[in-house]
């Protein structure tokens, strides 16, 4: 096995991801730790927790691949069933593990609570199954051969099998293969559309290349993503710089950001790095860029505080922006945006403060300014010290709120990077 | 066909799925509206653009069930191949579709815009596939008889992906079978840990109940779901109204909202119902509320805006909370939360206001207030108009900076609905 690509597949497990409406994501979170290590994952399959289901997509996954990573339905519920099904495809009995029920026990106490009874569901486990502990929350994991298939069962709490697949999976695929290295850089992209931008970048998204170059679209911020291979981590990383270097000019003005971190974490840093500080004055993206700050750790050091203006009272009120601005001009206005921002700026004593104001639709647009039309601007402080306010309007397609909302927001970020 | 249930599968096509991280939310969307029908779906699929894995899951969904609904790897750019491999798996060529380019030339035509010659592509189609048109973006779908399956193909991107369900998979799937109809609930709890109301609600859960119940998590907010299905709609609604008033005596003051609607969908229709508007002062939540409110269209009616008051300064600036407070209390205190409250509802004029203020970590804990220490005021008007206070303080687990501040904002909604 030492000598090939190891192939994976990973299995998400959950009447609640099937029917109710709950979204997957550790399958994609699992893919990208496995392909960071040069795992090639081929599926995701996301089934409920009926046992015939269950039982044929668990042994289907572990007759095609290496290794398959499992999550969910080891709550201690009845209708979580993976366990049983695991003992099914192996032919075997469940035993009751001592030391995984210690564990449960253990995590209760230190939470200052006594195990329910129903707990000792999760001490279950196929015979030949190996248990992985659990160090954030009571169910262990397990681990067992099925067919040629290394399969490893996690918690499908996102939170816990994270830490599962870190103390336990990493290590023990790290062993299974002599992996060859991978690396990879994201480029991130605001203003032509995906098909645009694929025409461009054509030449680079060939079937085979290394690195392979690939585009994903999310709020209208085009992401654009390269993962190289090579004999080592730093080939790897040379390859990827390499094809960087070429696409930086085809990219142009469009490029606003680099790296594999989410852009707002690369705006926090940004920020904390120059020891500014800022404060948000939003009306139409109501309060999403402030919550996308602060869901970051470390954000109370760089960011005094926002003011969601969403009446024009509001605005003039909370941010001293003129009456006669808005009745002249509008709330969604140059003018008015810049007023936002240098009251924000002035009122929380920030560095420097950014404004929206917008038509997010469905209603509210007009000939003049259709919904998507959203203001923005930028107060700094000049060099006397009082505010100066840099305004700029962006008409961003209709293709509904949530997208107006999300593309005004990137547009944020893009003016603090630039 | 039409005497048993069918059955389907969903497959979401591309390796910004499986590579990148972009979350699949087409094929929980889908099998809601399957789900709804009464088609059984049993499984997701999510495979990359590689030829031979997309080959190998299309066929085998197709062998599988009655109905299979793709998205994705439609687009113009070279690595969207989902055309061709449909085409290989009915050892057929692609065709050039003149009315599918036609419809393509349209839609850049109406934008303004010319297509670009690799849009080309997006009228190919298998030789015996029909094309499905598309109202909102360029790429149709097409929808061909594969095995003993229907499968539909549409584009990946989920506004494109919706409309073209409801235009072309909703009414074609309703022909193929005579559908047994289902009926829905939901009952939303907060407070207990998901185990203890997994055991409270046991004998509810066991495999084949009529209506299914089943508990999600998320956040905090536990989601006990029900489904119920009979020979009539009316009939399956009142076997899920029969077990929902059994729930409901169990659930106890646990229990704060009920129906399919999102949560924060219901407040706001209890507000606007009301004629009440809102505010907030938002701390530890940092824009959340507002930013999750303002989400919804029509918020603009009820929410009148809101203070983000990072920090202290900010708190007194903004929202006219005393100094002295802070000093005697600290800023995570019943104290201050009250008078942001009453701050943001007379700034903001608003009928109640809504302040939160605490510690989501991983810094910034004492022995005195670890983690997870939230406390919250709702601010109403009195009879003699001016503002009283009510405050209360949430010791959330610590189960990170997410949960703790996504908890934090479902108990901001529990206090609206009760």
């Known amino acids: 096995m030492s000598s090939r690509t190891l192939t994976a597949e990973v299995l998400s497990i959950g009447d609640e991801l099937v029917h109710a409406g709950l979204i997957d994501t550790n399958s994609s979170y699992i893919s990208q730790q496995l392909g960071a290590l040069g795992v090639a994952v081929q599926r995701f399959t996301v089934v409920g927790d009926d046992p015939d289901d269950l039982q044929e997509a668990i042994d289907g996954a572990c007759r095609r691949v290496d290794v ?209 500080t800022i404060a948000f004055a939003e009306s139409c993206t109501g309060g999403l860029c402030a919550a996308r700050l602060t869901d970051l750790s470390g954000s109370s050091k760089v960011l005094q505080g926002g003011v969601i203006a969403y009446s024009n009272a509001a605005k003039v009120e909370l941010l001293g922006v003129p009456e006669s601005l808005l009745e002249a001009h509008g709330a969604v206005s140059e003018q008015v945006a810049a007023a936002m921002a240098a009251g924000a700026r002035e009122r929380f004593s920030a560095d420097c403060a950014i404004a929206t104001t917008g038509i997010a639709g469905p209603a509210g647009g007009s000939d003049e300014k259709p919904v998507g039309t959203v203001c923005f601007a930028l107060a700094t402080a000049n060099s006397s010290g009082s505010t100066d306010s840099r305004a700029w309007t962006v008409r961003i397609p209709d293709l509904g709120r949530r997208f107006v909302r999300d593309r005004a927001v990137h547009e944020v970020w893009r003016s603090l990077l630039l």
């Open 68 to 276: 398959v990573i499992a999550s969910g339905g080891l709550g201690p519920t009845l209708d979580d069933r993976t366990r049983e099904v695991v003992a099914q495809v192996l032919q075997e009995p469940l035993r009751f593990d001592e030391d995984s029920w210690q564990q449960v026990l253990a995590w209760f106490t230190r939470h200052g609570r006594t195990a329910p009874d129903s707990n000792r569901r999760q001490a279950e486990l196929p015979q030949s199954a190996t248990s992985l502990s659990n160090s954030v929350g009571t169910a262990p994991g397990f681990r067992a051969l099925v067919h040629s298939a290394e399969l490893f069962v996690l918690p499908g709490v996102p939170r816990e099998m994270k830490v599962l697949f870190a103390d336990h999976v990493l290590p023990a695929v790290r062993r299974l293969g002599s992996l060859r290295p991978t690396a990879q850089a994201c480029l991130r992209v605001l203003g032509p559309s995906e098909a645009l931008l694929g025409e461009r970048l054509g030449k680079f998204m060939l079937a085979g290349a290394n690195p392979a170059v690939g585009i994903t679209a999310s709020g209208g911020l085009l992401s654009v993503r390269l993962v190289g291979t090579a004999d080592s981590e730093a080939a790897a990383a040379a390859l990827c710089e390499q094809t960087a270097a070429e696409l930086r000019p085809v990219l142009g003005e469009w490029l606003f950001a680099e790296g594999l971190k989410e852009v707002p974490e690369i705006v926090l840093e940004r920020l904390a790095g120059q020891q500014r």
